[in-house]
């Protein structure tokens, strides 16, 4: 009996001295505390309200910082930049002139939303990647996913982002504006490198998904809303800024791989049709197809795997058109029948007429 009743009081003890020590600590202890690494917040009202953490030579500038609750890298957010930021910026980022990164609550990476612009990357509440959105205005409003070197342009790419945006897409101005499906890696060019378009953007207002190597050329895949697979919808841009190009554009439909690349006629670019390889399309169009100017054009139809690859080929069609079929100039232009395997494959076949 007292051996039990000497367990029981030391038992007691060992909780009341756990109770006191909890008691004692003080409320912040583990909280986490504002830091600043070595020459940074230097100038003006600089790191104003701090609570978050800032690394080393980061927030010199005028305001810069003021009321950061997050997480701020190396080198990051000198000049007028990164106010009221309660998100996660990376090192080399948010640099330059004024208005980068403010109120951002999401993740940004290293090297990104700076390079010598201004208001880069404001109210971010997404993810954007290393070395992106760089030029100015441009990420503003991203509340999706933004890779690696993607959302470079003369001005503003991927304005409202609320997708996912891979690695090196989106670069031209307007590119990828409102998206809210998926765009693959290196799509969305306005044109190919070496030629640069600064002007001319594609996938504005994307819905849908869009594959890999796919949509360059202006106004290319704008208002996708279907499934555009890899390496389609690629128009040559050889004239800058342009040529009215939409390889795709308003597509509802599917497009598998490597379809609806078209290709340049010769001529005056000016007075070339406004139409282009698989635009408006709200049928399915399988691997290989539709590879030419106008080329589906506002097809509703079901068209097979290496068919209707010549100008206007199976434009405005309804029907079901079979593979390696179709595959000359206005083959199969508003066909509203079955056509089958190997089938139609000379000038203006099966064509029905108006």
Do not use: W
Not at 183 to 212: E, T
Not at 220 to 226: E, H, L, M, R, S
Not at 247 to 268: E, R, T
């Amino acid at each position: 009996m007292l051996i039990s009743r000497s367990i029981l009081f030391l038992t007691v003890c060992l909780l009341a001295a756990a109770v006191y020590g909890l008691a004692a600590e003080p409320p912040a202890a583990s909280a986490k505390q504002p830091s600043v690494g070595e020459g940074s917040c230097t100038g003006e009202r600089a790191c104003e309200g701090l609570t978050g953490r800032v690394g080393d030579n980061s927030c010199i500038g005028v305001q810069a910082c003021t009321n950061n609750a997050g997480d701020i890298g190396d080198n990051s957010c000198n000049g007028e930049n990164c106010a009221e930021n309660s998100g996660q910026i990376g090192d080399n980022s948010c640099n330059m002139y004024s208005g980068n990164c403010t109120a951002n609550q999401g993740s940004i990476g290293n090297g990104s939303c700076g390079a010598g612009v201004v208001d880069t990357c404001t109210e971010n509440s997404g993810e954007i990647g290393d070395n992106s959105c760089g030029s100015l205005f441009a990420c503003p409003r991203n509340q999706g996913r933004i890779g690696d070197f993607s959302c470079f342009a003369h001005l503003g790419p991927c304005t409202g982002n609320r997708g996912h945006i891979g690695d090196y897409s989106c670069s031209a101005m307007g590119s990828c504006d409102l998206n809210t499906g998926s765009v693959g890696n290196n799509s969305c060019y306005g044109a190919r490198p070496p030629l640069v378009s600064k002007y001319v953007g594609a996938c504005g207002n994307n819905k849908g998904s869009i594959g890999d190597d796919s949509c360059s050329g202006h106004f290319a895949c704008n208002d996708n809303a279907g499934i555009l697979g890899d390496q389609s919808c690629n128009v040559p841009v050889l004239v800058y800024d342009f040529y009215p190009q939409a390889a795709c554009a308003q597509n509802f439909g599917v497009v598998s791989n490597g379809s609806c690349n078209a290709l340049l006629p010769a001529g005056d670019p000016f007075v070339v049709d406004y139409r282009e390889s698989c635009g408006t399309n709200s049928g399915s169009v399988g691997k290989n197809s539709c590879n030419d100017y106008i080329a589906c054009y506002s097809n509703a139809g079901e068209i097979a795997n290496n068919s209707c690859n010549a100008k206007l080929a199976c434009a405005y069609n309804t029907g079901l058109v079979g593979s390696k079929s179709c595959n000359a100039v206005e083959a199969c232009q508003r066909n509203d029948a079955n056509i089958s395997h190997k089938q139609c494959n000379d000038f203006q076949a099966c064509m029905r007429s108006d």
